[in-house]
């Protein structure tokens, strides 16, 4: 992700927000999309009515990530209080970097369809390369 080098914070803040939008966006679609589709089960469910194995860990893998992109959320708002360039350029790849391993594994439904969070999560990526793209024009 060498497009995102930006040597001044000032200019580096607008473009913080423009990914961190983009990223908050995730959010909620993932929310409405995948994690409350996911197929339902409970104690009494018998194993035929438990989603594959696969599914499982997918889903937890999902949710750690959101975790983690939370937790790079604070630290990238803590680089950028103490104006810190290299950790603000750190965290910020570090954060798309996360978002699109999110993104990567659910990209399509649970029964492994395309559907509308599928187009809409290849929409996303591309903004974001975009992004990325512009951003290493203005460094060269």
Request: no cysteine; proline share 8%.
């Given at each position: 992700?060498?497009?995102?080098?930006?040597?001044?914070?000032?200019?580096?803040?607008?473009?913080?927000?423009?990914?961190?939008?983009?990223?908050?966006?995730?959010?909620?679609?993932?929310?409405?999309?995948?994690?409350?589709?996911?197929?339902?089960?409970?104690?009494?469910?018998?194993?035929?009515?438990?989603?594959?194995?696969?599914?499982?860990?997918?889903?937890?893998k999902i949710i750690d990530l959101c975790k983690e992109l939370s937790t790079a959320t604070d630290d990238l708002a803590g680089a950028l209080y103490d104006r810190d360039v290299d950790s603000v350029q750190g965290q910020l790849e570090s954060m798309v970097a996360i978002a699109k391993t999110c993104l990567g594994g659910v990209q399509k439904g649970w029964n492994g369809e395309a559907d509308e969070f599928t187009e809409w999560s290849g929409n996303w990526i591309s903004r974001v390369n975009g992004i990325i793209q512009q951003d290493g024009k203005k460094d060269t």
């Open positions: 992700m060498d497009g995102l080098r930006i040597t001044d914070i000032d200019a580096m803040k607008g473009r913080v927000l423009k990914m961190l939008k983009l990223i908050r966006m995730l959010y909620p679609a993932l929310r409405k999309r995948r994690i409350s589709t996911f197929p339902p089960f409970n104690r009494t469910s018998s194993l035929e009515e438990l989603p594959p194995e696969e599914q499982l860990t997918l889903f937890e």
